[in-house]
């Protein structure tokens, strides 16, 4: 596996569900960042890691639960999620958060469907 | 507050009719300015970076130039598999890190 990937590539769930969005970078990168992608709407950053730790939650519900147990992986959990969540999510890495001239990989996305 | 706007939204093209697709920003002080390709049910795509005014970089029928209140990229005799969403994101002070500002993306159709 080479870049960014992510699993599931899609997912339905139902309101009341418990689900889990994994991440993995093989990229040797030390940010990570959830991205989510609505139609119509641009990028809106949802969450950062920097060296495992968050710099960055962006006003963003508690249902939505971010875990980055190590600098490869990122985890976004999910609980009763509501029908306008249903997006896109993106995760992305770069090799240092706090470089002014990074650059972000994108990973393809999870395609998120909320019933 | 610093905002990103790509026009025109949607932009059809004949096969090798060149165009260009433009992304203004209203930041002050911008640190970069980045260009990704984003096909359908896909993540974006990297492919430019411009640090400052006068910048150009170009990659196959692809030219992105910056100045100091836009970017462009210049698409010279497209072909159909340059069909895809084109989404600018600028990099700002004041934005902690890397943390990037997104535009709503210019989706590109090529015909044949």
Redesign the interface.
């Known amino acids: 596996e080479t870049g ?1 990937t ?1 699993t599931p590539r899609h997912l339905v769930m139902g309101m009341t569900n418990k689900k889990s969005l994994k991440c993995e970078q093989h990229l040797g990168h030390n ?1 990570m960042y959830w991205y989510k992608q609505s139609a ?4 809106e ?1 949802m969450f ?1 890691y ?1 060296l495992e730790e968050r ?2 939650n962006n006003s963003v519900p508690s249902r939505f639960s971010p875990e980055c147990p190590n600098s490869s992986h990122l985890f976004l959990h999910l609980h009763t999620l509501q029908p306008e969540d249903s997006a ?1 999510y ?1 995760c ?1 890495s ?1 090799q ?14 999870t ?1 998120l469907t909320v019933l | 507050e610093d905002q990103v706007t790509q026009s025109p939204e949607a932009l059809r093209l004949q096969e090798g009719e060149s165009s260009s697709l433009n992304c203004s920003y209203t930041v002050s002080g911008l640190r970069g300015l980045f260009w990704y390709r984003q096909d359908p049910g896909k993540g974006p795509e990297f492919l430019f970076t411009l640090y400052s005014a006068g910048e150009e970089k170009e990659k196959e029928r692809l030219k992105a130039t910056l100045t100091k209140k836009e970017s462009f990229l210049h698409i010279t005799a497209p072909k159909p598999e340059d069909s895809a969403t084109y989404l600018c994101a600028v990099q700002a002070p004041g934005q902690a890190g890397t943390a990037l500002i997104f535009g709503k993306g210019t989706t590109l159709s090529v015909s044949s």
């Not at chain 1, 119509?40 to 990028?43: S, T, V, W």
């Open positions: 960014v992510q940010a119509k709407k641009p990028l950053l950062v920097s710099v960055e896109l993106l992305a770069s240092d958060y706090f470089s002014s001239t990074d650059t972000q990989y994108f990973g393809p996305g395609r």
